[in-house]
């Protein structure tokens, strides 16, 4: 076999191993940066789940929600409310209310509501 058609062959292997190499450890990258960016909105998600799971009060104010799990813009905190699998509920006083869907499907069409008669604890 002549020299230059081995180095050439060594030159391909060694090329083809860094880029596999290469490769690996940038899907690797950047899975884990993906979650590091997702983490803090899946975190908020199970808060909001567990907000809304509250066996007493199917639906809870956008203001308590909002008091609860800080540091969230309005529309962002809303779209995190969705992910979650809540939906959200005019009240006849203007007030945004919000419940997993799951617990509220009698409620669905039902907008506004009229809850003057229901009371709430102190949140």
């Keep these: ?24 450890l940038t899907t690797v990258s950047s899975e884990r940066a993906l979650k590091r960016q997702y983490q803090l909105e899946f975190a908020a998600e ?3 789940r ?4 509250d ?3 199917p639906l809870r104010s956008f203001d308590i929600i909002k008091r609860h ?12 409310l969705v992910r979650a699998g809540a939906i959200r509920f005019k009240l006849t006083s203007g007030d945004e209310v919000w419940g997993l869907l799951e617990r509220n499907a009698a409620r669905e069409g039902q907008d506004p509501l009229d809850l003057s008669l229901q009371t709430r604890p102190a949140d």
Excluded: C, P, Y
């Design 1 to 24: 076999m002549n020299v230059e058609l081995e180095v050439a062959l060594i030159a391909g292997a060694v090329s083809l191993v860094v880029a596999v190499v290469t490769s690996v």
């Design 46 to 48: 199970r808060v909001v």
């Design 50 to 53: 567990k907000i809304l799971s």
């Design 55 to 57: 066996s007493v009060w």
């Design 69 to 80: 799990l800080g540091g969230f813009e309005n529309d962002e905190l809303r779209k995190i």
